[in-house]
């Protein structure tokens, strides 16, 4: 049983920072990639950073430059390093493993992130 633990979320005020972070427990294969997301309408999630098996790092146009996606060497903690926040950041954020495409395992609570002056 895989879950996940995301920690790190507050209050910010536009143009400050905050550092995620995501702990899994349980076995996750590495051949999968692991994710940041956040709500989108109803039950849909926005991938909004993405780390591939083989490093490769994807970010959501709307956070590409800000945002920050990193992993200890087992990839056990992610983290995302959120800098220049704004308004449209705020949100609930959850991290899954998977493809850019899909995700396979269930969502932890997430962890809210409010950028407000």
């Known amino acids: 049983q895989v879950q996940f633990v995301e920690s790190g979320g507050g209050l910010a005020q536009p143009g400050g920072s905050l550092r995620l972070s995501c702990t899994a427990s349980?076995?996750?294969?590495?051949?999968?990639?692991r994710g940041w997301y956040r709500r989108l309408t109803g039950h849909y999630r926005e991938l909004v950073a993405h780390?591939?098996?083989?490093?490769?790092?994807y970010y959501a146009e709307s956070v590409k430059g800000r945002f920050t996606l990193s992993t200890d060497g087992a990839k056990n903690t992610m983290y995302l390093q959120m800098n220049n926040l704004k308004p449209e950041d705020t949100n609930v954020y959850y991290c899954?493993?998977?493809?850019?495409?899909?995700?396979?395992?269930?969502w932890g609570q997430g962890t809210q992130v409010t950028v407000s002056s």
């Open positions: 349980g076995e996750i294969s590495n051949t999968y990639g």
């Open positions: 780390i591939a098996p083989d490093g490769t790092i």
């Open positions: 899954n493993a998977g493809s850019r495409t899909a995700y396979y395992f269930s």
